[in-house]
Every structure is written in structure tokens, then in C-alpha cells.
T-cell receptor
């Protein structure tokens, strides 16, 4: 069974802290791994990773994919209150199938 | 551009009733998707479409039907609603060359009593 598991489920940090969000997966016919940010309603796209390595979105967000160990991490440095959201990890497999994790809820306290 | 819009925003149904959720996008995207999001389950793909007149099943298609008569619209139908279909439904769209960069609508919260 294809699955994507995220940890931790929730996280509370203070502004300026650095956080690491984890995503592991077991998906057949892997094509890409995606990170989305979900604030109040619609998820918005952050990253796509297809090969092992580092992809940066902005100066404070970065993500690593390890296709051998089947995991990805999302790092956020110097967190701000605007980073408070649910972060979703998803894996695309062949045939336009997408499998999402349950998300990590991040709260950044001023 | 409005992006991806969904109607209605909220709906309450009784068991056995039918309804249609409408998704519209003005970005000329070829691909469209319907997901449901439940607590502790994450987003799950119901059906998707790679172009006008085509649809395909996702991970959880049972109890739903879809139609893509026009490129900009993707309809999700529930013929006989069940309490297990209580959820938040999201529509998304993308281009064929960036299928993983999906643009999501604001969601429809459906409650089936």
C-alpha cells in the first residue's frame, strides 16, 4: 500500500527558531516529491524534488530528498509568524496519482 | 484572474440526497483534480482529468462521479450521499508539464447527516 508519513504531527516554536519537518514515503513508481503549505484554506505549492539533493525555495526554506532512504525534510530557518501553517508532503507516482501525508501543523509564537 | 474557484463553499445534505460540486479555473489548465481532506487522513485523490472529455479514477473514487465537458470546469457528483462522505473537498488544476505544481481552490465543506 502506498503511503506518506509526516512527523511531527504538530510543532510550536518561537520566532527566530529553526524547524525541521520530516516526510517518509513508500510509493511504487516514484516520480517526484512535493511540499505544499496550507494556511487557512487552499494548499499552495512550495517545492518539487525529483532527484536526491537540495532544492531551495527562498532564503529561509530548503528541502532535501533522499531517494535511497525514501525520505525528505523541509527546513525553515529564522521562522516568522507568517510561517504558521500546515505543511503537506506529497508523492507523485506514475499515472497521475498523488499521495499526501497528513501534514505537520507549525505554530510560530511571536 | 480568479484562479480556481469552487461552488458551493458549504453544504449540508441528508443521507441519500444527491448534489454536484462545481470547480472552475481560468488558467487554461489541461489537468484538473478532485481531492477530499479528512482529519488524520490527509488529502486523498478522488478523480482527475487530463483534458476535456476525459476522466480517471484516483485513490478513493467509490461513491463519486465526475464530468469534464468543458476544459475550464470539472464537476464532482454524489448520487446518494452517505455520512462517510462528510469532508472538505478541494479541486486543483495544473499544466501537463508541471503536474505536481497544482493550484488549489478554496474548498467546499460538505456535511452529510
Amino acid at each position: 500500500e502506498d503511503k506518506v508519513v509526516q512527523s511531527p504531527l504538530s510543532l510550536v516554536v518561537h520566532e527566530g527558531d529553526t524547524v525541521t519537518l520530516n516526510c517518509s514515503y513508500e510509493v511504487t513508481n516514484f516520480r517526484s516529491l512535493l511540499w505544499y503549505k496550507q494556511e487557512k484554506k487552499a494548499p499552495t505549492f512550495l517545492f518539487m524534488l525529483t532527484s536526491s539533493g537540495i532544492e531551495k525555495k527562498s532564503g529561509r526554506l530548503s528541502s532535501i530528498l533522499d531517494k535511497k532512504e525514501l525520505f525528505s525534510i523541509l527546513n525553515i530557518t529564522a521562522t516568522q509568524t507568517g510561517d504558521s501553517a500546515i505543511y503537506l508532503c506529497a508523492v507523485e507516482s506514475s499515472g497521475n496519482q498523488f499521495y499526501f501525508g497528513t501534514g505537520t501543523s507549525l505554530t510560530v509564537i511571536p | 484572474n480568479a484562479g480556481v474557484t469552487q461552488t458551493p463553499k458549504f453544504r449540508v445534505l441528508k443521507t441519500g440526497q444527491s448534489m454536484t460540486l462545481l470547480c472552475a479555473q481560468d488558467m487554461n489548465h489541461e489537468y484538473m483534480y478532485w481531492y477530499r481532506q479528512d482529519p488524520g487522513m490527509g488529502l486523498r485523490l478522488i478523480h482527475y482529468s487530463v483534458g476535456e472529455g476525459t476522466t480517471a479514477k484516483g485513490e478513493v473514487p467509490d461513491g463519486y462521479n465526475v464530468s469534464r465537458l468543458k476544459k475550464q470546469n470539472f464537476l464532482l457528483g454524489l448520487e446518494s450521499a452517505a455520512p462517510s462522505q462528510t469532508s472538505v473537498y478541494f479541486c486543483a488544476s495544473s499544466t501537463p508539464d508541471r503536474v505536481n505544481e497544482q493550484f488549489f481552490g478554496p474548498g467546499t465543506r460538505l456535511t452529510v447527516l
